[in-house]
């Protein structure tokens, strides 16, 4: 396994939860690493990514509740998730890819994240 991600959960709403994605060194330094969640129903949607350098991007919805990060010594992206609503609800996907492709190229298994009302 590549890509491990973890810390999914179900929570009530205005709750938070921290998700982790444990990587293999050789898909992690220096890549891009982010997050993409599913609905039930929907198509997979970009959440938010981080540079090497540690440069990040976010979804509108999620700015401002949301913060990636990672941990270079130990291979790990980390996307703590605060005010969750209930429309957060998803399979969350980490993913890897190199920084100068724009699609990933490696994924993780996926977190279900639920969000109660």
């Known amino acids: 396994v590549q890509l491990q991600a973890s810390g999914g959960g179900v929570v009530q709403a205005g709750g938070s939860l921290r998700l982790s994605c444990a990587a293999s060194g050789s898909i992690f330094s220096g890549n891009v690493m982010g997050w993409y969640r599913q609905a039930p129903g929907k198509q997979r949607d970009f959440v938010a990514n981080i540079m090497g350098g540690g440069s990040t991007n976010y979804m509108d919805s999620v700015k401002g509740r949301f913060t990636i990060s990672r941990d270079n010594a130990k291979n790990t992206m980390y996307l703590q998730m605060n005010s969750l609503k209930p429309e957060d609800t998803a399979i969350y996907y980490c993913?890897?890819?190199?920084?100068?492709?724009?699609?990933?190229?490696?994924w993780g298994q996926g977190t279900q994240v639920t969000v109660s009302s």
């Open positions: 993913y890897s890819r190199r920084p100068s492709v724009t699609k990933p190229d490696y």
